[in-house]
């Protein structure tokens, strides 16, 4: 089984358009070492021709081009992305929906339907791309059980509900549902390997932990190093927590909870923000990451499973 990270950044990308925080600065100036990243989205194949596309990011077309796997080119009008799982509906998980429009045929679509609610009204794409391509939708259950995807065999995911938040935009922002963030297993079922994905994710919770104690590798929120990173730079009042994130850095913080994991997983941080110190390949932020055992994920990162 086959994953590929196409964009390992959170919402704006690194550097974003129009941010000069110490990070996204020191990236266009060439005094940072860092790589540049694409928002967050990852695809995973069972037989390196058909993959589930996870989360459309609004850098798609790029990370198609960045990773000509997805070309299959056995037709005249191809694609190697044969469905869309959707995490959440923030604008940087969805909006590359609209640039799948030309496809010949309705684009399989799986989503909780807290998100296809949120994607059909306050932003309505699966309402324009009525259209065009049109979508299947297949509403994804929260609890835990695995199911298969439509036209991927040999691939087995179970979605878990995770404390975050909805969108600004979704009329439920300020009061959240189950089923508004989830987070999947993604499973090999010829070795019964697992890989836990979740780049948005709130608080951690017992039953969490118990469940990426039990897979190979752990794909998680990578977000923010500290609750207040936005307020410290002047660039927002709110804090991690208020964004539905967990920071890495301080007391019952991301890192504390994946110390705890057994020896033999694989720790990932995905959905980097560019304010995160992390980025910067020389931080002493970014080497307490790697003495604590934990990788960072970056644009083109392929993991086996
Ligand atoms: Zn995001
Ligand atoms: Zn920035």
């Known amino acids: 089984m086959y994953l590929r990270v196409l964009g390992s950044a959170a919402g704006g990308g690194f550097p974003q358009w129009n941010c000069n925080c110490p990070?996204?600065?020191?990236?266009?100036?060439?005094?940072?070492?860092a790589r540049a990243r694409t928002q967050s989205s990852i695809a995973v194949s069972a037989n390196?021709?058909?993959?589930?596309?996870?989360?459309?990011?609004?850098?798609?077309?790029?990370?198609?081009?960045?990773?000509?796997?997805?070309?299959?080119?056995?037709?005249?009008?191809?694609?190697?992305?044969?469905?869309?799982?959707?995490?959440?509906?923030?604008?940087?998980h969805v909006t590359g929906l609209l640039m799948l429009r030309e496809r010949q045929t309705p684009l399989p679509l799986l989503a909780t339907r807290e998100v296809l609610s949120d994607i059909g009204t306050g932003f309505p794409i699966t309402s324009i791309l009525s259209h065009y391509c049109g979508v299947q939708p297949h509403v994804l259950v929260c609890d835990g059980y695995p199911l298969g995807v439509p036209g991927l065999p040999g691939l087995e995911l179970s979605a878990v509900p995770l404390d975050s938040k909805p969108p600004p935009y979704s009329p439920f922002r300020g009061s959240p549902r189950q089923g508004d963030n989830i987070g999947v297993v993604l499973s090999n079922p010829t070795n019964g390997r697992k890989i836990f994905y979740a780049p948005g994710l709130g608080q951690m919770t017992p039953q969490l932990h118990a469940l990426m104690a039990g897979c190979e590798v752990v794909l998680v929120d990578g977000t923010f190093w500290c609750a207040d990173e936005m307020q410290r730079l002047g660039l927002s009042s709110k804090t991690a927590f208020d964004m539905g994130h967990l920071p890495?850095?301080?007391?019952?913080?991301?890192?504390e909870h994946l110390a705890r994991l057994p020896a033999g997983v694989r720790k990932v941080l995905i959905h980097i923000n560019n304010t995160n110190p992390i980025l910067d390949e020389d931080s002493p932020e970014r080497a307490e990451l790697t003495a604590a055992g934990v990788e960072l994920a970056h644009d083109g990162m392929e993991i086996l499973f």
């Open 23 to 33: 990070r996204c600065k020191g990236l266009r100036d060439g005094s940072l070492r």
């Open 48 to 92: 390196g021709l058909d993959w589930l596309l996870i989360n459309a990011s609004p850098d798609i077309l790029q990370q198609i081009r960045d990773n000509p796997v997805l070309q299959p080119e056995r037709a005249q009008r191809d694609s190697g992305i044969a469905a869309v799982l959707l995490m959440d509906a923030q604008i940087d």
């Open 248 to 255: 890495q850095s301080g007391a019952g913080g991301m890192l």
